[in-house]
């Protein structure tokens, strides 16, 4: 069966500081993957995503997420954050099935402190 | 501006009694679908349409319905709502379901609460 995993709940990081949101995933073929923020009270927007080609994938806000096959991993990064990424992350991977579905993790609230 | 408009926002009902949520793009996408988002569990979808009269189920469609008469309009129909359907509703579109590169657009979501 194909998932999503995200491993924390929330992460916690200094503005200034680099962050690193966790997503690993399990499906069968090639892994089409993408990340999306949820501010309080939105919709999810779209952030980037990793479909074929570099593993390092660059998206709005500066964010940027590494593709690592090996490991099964989609981690979502930025050099340096800012108080107001403070938000509801989500990984999800589009199912294989030609339904459109996308899968999503649990998803991960950040919070970055001043 | 391009968007996926949803209503209403916010919604208190009681056990048993009809509801309809909207949903409307201005995208002229072919794909559309609702999801529900409930804490610890991600989102999960409920139903998804990959053109006019072309509906499906998704992994939690029990106790809902959709219709797809034109392209923009996915109305969620709960034709007898009940307490666990208490959830945070989302629709979303995007250009099809086998265009990869065409990300899903959300609404900003319904709050629906069953009493």
């Known amino acids: 069966a194909q998932s999503v995993a995200q491993p924390e709940d929330q992460v916690n990081v200094a503005e200034g500081n680099p962050l690193t949101v966790k997503c690993t995933y399990s499906v069968s073929g090639n892994p089409y993957l993408f990340w999306y923020v949820q501010y309080p009270n939105r919709g999810l927007q779209f952030l980037l995503k990793y479909i074929t080609g570099d593993n390092l994938v660059k998206g709005s806000y500066g964010f940027e997420a590494e593709f690592n096959k090996s490991q099964t991993s989609f981690h979502l990064k930025k050099p340096s954050a800012l108080v107001s990424d403070s938000a509801l992350y989500f990984c999800a991977v589009r199912d294989s099935s030609n339904t459109g579905k996308l899968i999503f993790g649990q998803g991960t609230t950040l919070q970055v402190k001043p | 501006e391009a968007q996926v408009t949803q209503n209403p926002r916010y919604l208190i009902t009681v056990t048993g009694k009809k509801l309809t949520v909207t949903c409307s793009q201005n995208m002229n996408h072919e794909y559309m679908s609702w999801y529900r988002q409930d804490p610890g569990l991600g989102l999960r979808q409920i139903y998804y349409?990959?053109?006019?009269?072309?509906?499906d189920k998704g992994d939690v469609p029990e106790g809902y319905k959709v219709s797809r008469k034109e392209k923009r309009n996915f109305p969620l129909i709960l034709e007898s709502p009940s307490p666990n359907q208490t959830s945070l509703y989302f629709c979303?579109?995007?250009?099809?379901?086998?265009?990869?590169?065409?990300?899903?657009?959300f609404g900003n979501g319904t709050r629906l609460t069953v009493t």
């Open positions: 979303a579109s995007s250009l099809s379901q086998g265009s990869y590169n065409s990300p899903l657009h």
């Open positions: 349409s990959m053109n006019v009269e072309v509906t």
